[in-house]
Structure formats: C-alpha cells, structure tokens
C-alpha cells in the first residue's frame, strides 16, 4: 500500500533556478511530514519536516509547503546548485514513518 | 561520532543461510526502525522498537525476519534461510519521541546480496 508517492522520478533544473519536488498521501492520520536527501552509498539524511498545524516551513534555500486538503507536500530550493543534486525522498508519520519512492534530483552548472 | 552505526556495512551471503545485521542507535534515542530499501523505491517499513518493546511489524516481515532490541539499545535483525529476493539494503534509524515528533537519523545501511 503506498500511502506516500513521488510521481516523479527525476528533475534536471539549471543551477540558480528554483527546483520543485512534490510529493502526494493518502492517509488522513499522518500528522509530521519530512523531506529527506540521499547520496549513494549513504543513508538518507533528513533536510526539513512539517508538523501538520502549519502550511510552511522556511530554512534557508529549502522551503516546505503542505497542503493539508489536498494532501500534498512540496519543497523548494532556491536557489538550486550542483551540490543539491541526490536522490530526495518524501516522508509521512502517524506513528511509524513511511517513505515515497523518491525524485533524483540533477543541478547543472 | 555519534550518529547510527550499522554493521556490517555489506554482506554477501549464498542462498539457504542466515545473516544477521546490527545497529546501534543514537545512545539518548528510544526509538529504533528497520527499513528495507531496494533500487529505485524509497525505504520500507519493517519494524520499529520504542526501548525493548516491538511495538509494529509490517507484513513484509515475514517469519524468516526477526529484530530484537534486548537492552532497549543496540538491535539485531536476523533473516534465516535467505532467498535471493531478501537482496537488498537494509537501514536502521532512530529517533526520541520524548517532546513530541522528531525527525529519523538513518545509519549508512547494511547491502547484503544473497547468491
């Protein structure tokens, strides 16, 4: 049962330019939300989480927006640069965690 | 280094074996998960321990997999009988959930690839 999805398996942006990452769910309970980052060979590393009570969380280049009624979930980096380029996952928890499949995201130079 | 540690860090083992892996997770963490991750998919649920008591399991989990936590610190997962779709990265995380919800720490995880 996927309960979080990524649709989107990659996303190749310019550096400087914004980078979008979106991510749907469909269990109601989930109250915390998390986007996580993953290089090779590395556990993923958390990068930013929502608690549900808000619409948006800001640190630094990354923002996370959710969006409770249409259970969705994004994050922004602005701006992108090469070193953002890694596989980035979408997480959700009502009481354990669950994941999406994950969005390889490419920074040209 | 205080992050989560997980040993080994690959283990290549040949059909029909057991294998056991284990985690140690940060010291002040109460809770610990096992995840299961292959190419190209985020990482599955299997279970997760809040001190010594398992408290979910995922169906995934099949009777072959065992996790324990004795002491309420370090873990073990075991998979006996290993099959050749038991390939794949397992991940251990933990997290306090002491004041509310925290994010999970993940350890670089164990590959094992079973012949």
Not at chain 1, 14 to 22: D, P
Not at chain 1, 47 to 68: A, P
Request: proline content about 5%.
């Amino acid at each position: 049962d996927q309960q979080v999805k990524q649709n989107s398996p990659s996303l190749s942006v310019q550096e400087g330019r914004i980078s979008i990452l979106n991510c749907d769910y469909t269990n109601s309970m989930f109250d915390y939300f998390l986007w996580y980052k993953k290089y090779p060979a590395e556990g993923p590393t958390f990068l930013i989480s929502i608690s549900s009570i808000k619409d948006k969380n800001e640190d630094g280049r990354f923002t996370v927006f959710l969006n409770k009624s249409a259970k969705h979930l994004s994050l922004h980096i602005v701006p992108s640069q090469p070193g953002d380029s890694a596989v980035y996952f979408c997480a959700a928890s009502a009481d354990d965690m669950r994941f999406g499949a994950g969005t390889r995201l490419t920074v040209k130079p | 280094d205080t992050g989560v540690s997980q040993n080994p860090r690959h283990k290549i083992t040949k059909r029909g074996q057991n294998v056991t892996f284990r985690c140690d997770p940060i010291s002040e963490h109460n809770r610990l998960y096992w995840y299961r991750q292959t190419l190209g998919q985020g990482p599955e649920f299997l279970t997760y321990f809040q001190n010594e008591a398992q408290l979910e399991k995922s169906r995934l989990l099949s009777d072959r997999f065992s996790a324990e936590r004795p002491k309420g610190s370090f873990s073990t997962l075991e998979i006996q009988r290993t099959e050749q779709g038991d390939s794949a990265m397992y991940l251990c995380a933990s997290s306090s959930v002491i004041g509310g919800n925290s994010p999970l720490h993940f350890g670089n995880g164990t590959r094992l690839t079973v012949t």
